[in-house]
């Protein structure tokens, strides 16, 4: 659960800021995304290969 709490003098646009980046590196956003419809074994293994297909081009 990500929280942020505000500083005395902390304006609302500054948390919502550090707010915003603690969701993105958590990954949050990515697992909403992924979890928002059902995804069939067949689906989800063609989505994999090409993740590692893309990965495996950008290193050469």
Do not use: C, W
Not at 6 to 22: D, H, P
Not at 33 to 40: C, D, G, N, P, Y
Not at 42 to 60: D, G, H, M, N, P
Request: glycine share 4%; charged share 40%; net charge positive.
């Amino acid at each position: 659960m990500t929280q942020v709490v505000l500083g005395e003098n902390e304006g609302i646009e500054s948390a919502l800021r550090r707010f915003k980046r603690q969701v993105s590196k958590a990954g949050i956003l990515a697992d909403v995304k992924a979890h928002r419809h059902f995804e069939t074994p067949l689906e989800k293994r063609k989505r994999k290969t090409i993740a590692a297909r893309r990965k495996t081009r950008r290193f050469r």
